[in-house]
T-cell receptor
Framework: AQTVTQSQPEMSVQEAETVTLSCTYDTSESDYYLFWYKQPPSRQMILVIRQEAYKQQNATENRFSVNFQKAAKSFSLKISDSQLGDAAMYFCAYRSAGMRFGAGTRLTVKP | NAGVMQNPRHLVRRRGQEARLRCSPMKGHSHVYWYRQLPEEGLKFMVYLQKENIIDESGMPKERFSAEFPKEGPSILRIQQVVRGDSAAYFC???????????FGPGTRLTVL
């Protein structure tokens, strides 16, 4: 069974600075997808970024980028130039048929 | 192009009643997934359905919970004889194929009194 671990229940960052959220996963599959979702207070799940395991290049979406280490089964999210609107719960997810989510990291952005 | 729709957004039930949660996938999506989120926790996969078929129900509780996705109409998650521990947010997601991105609905918050 696939498991996803987020070891940081809470993180805090100063506005305009950079923060990295950690995620590790366990799987025996060789081809899979990894995701980071953002859940603001509205509770809507918003896709931030995704990574195909067969791609060596790290995915990037504007201020969001990942550090994907396949051998280490690590998938961290880096948020650059943090903004107040980035404050939310962030969930790392592994997709088999259904998504397997980590427990989440609550990110606070300080003005 | 409307997104994934769920209704009701909020549902209150007393212990022992039945809860029916509805999910209309995005147009063109034939794959539906249900997730449950307990307070202060991540989403937990419950069931994956493709039109008229249950593909993976490994996350569904063995009793009281059932799901369907008929040929016509929305997908339904049904909880019989609800208990307080069923109080949670239930999210539906849809995709055009198994290996494609999942789009999430706004969720239904179930409260059991």
């Amino acid at each position: 069974a696939q498991t996803v671990t987020q070891s940081q229940p809470e993180m805090s960052v100063q506005e305009a600075e950079t923060v990295t959220l950690s995620c590790t996963y366990d799987t025996s599959e060789s081809d899979y997808y990894l995701f980071w979702y953002k859940q603001p207070p509205s509770r809507q799940m918003i896709l931030v970024i995704r990574q195909e395991a067969y791609k060596q290049q790290n995915a990037t979406e504007n201020r969001f980028s990942v550090n994907f280490q396949k051998a280490a089964k690590s998938f961290s999210l880096k948020i650059s130039d943090s903004q107040l609107g980035d404050a939310a719960m962030y969930f790392c997810a592994y997709r088999s048929a259904g998504m397997r989510f980590g427990a989440g990291t609550r990110l606070t952005v300080k003005p | 192009n409307a997104g994934v729709m769920q209704n009701p957004r909020h549902l209150v039930r007393r212990r022992g009643q039945e809860a029916r949660l509805r999910c209309s996938p995005m147009k063109g999506h034939s794959h539906v997934y249900w997730y449950r989120q307990l307070p202060e926790e991540g989403l937990k996969f419950m069931v994956y359905l493709q039109k008229e078929n249950i593909i993976d129900e490994s996350g569904m509780p063995k009793e009281r919970f059932s799901a369907e996705f008929p040929k016509e109409g929305p997908s339904i998650l049904r909880i019989q004889q609800v208990v307080r521990g069923d109080s949670a947010a239930y999210f539906c997601a849809s995709s055009p194929g198994q290996d494609r991105e999942q789009f999430f609905g706004p969720g239904t918050r179930l409260t059991v009194l």
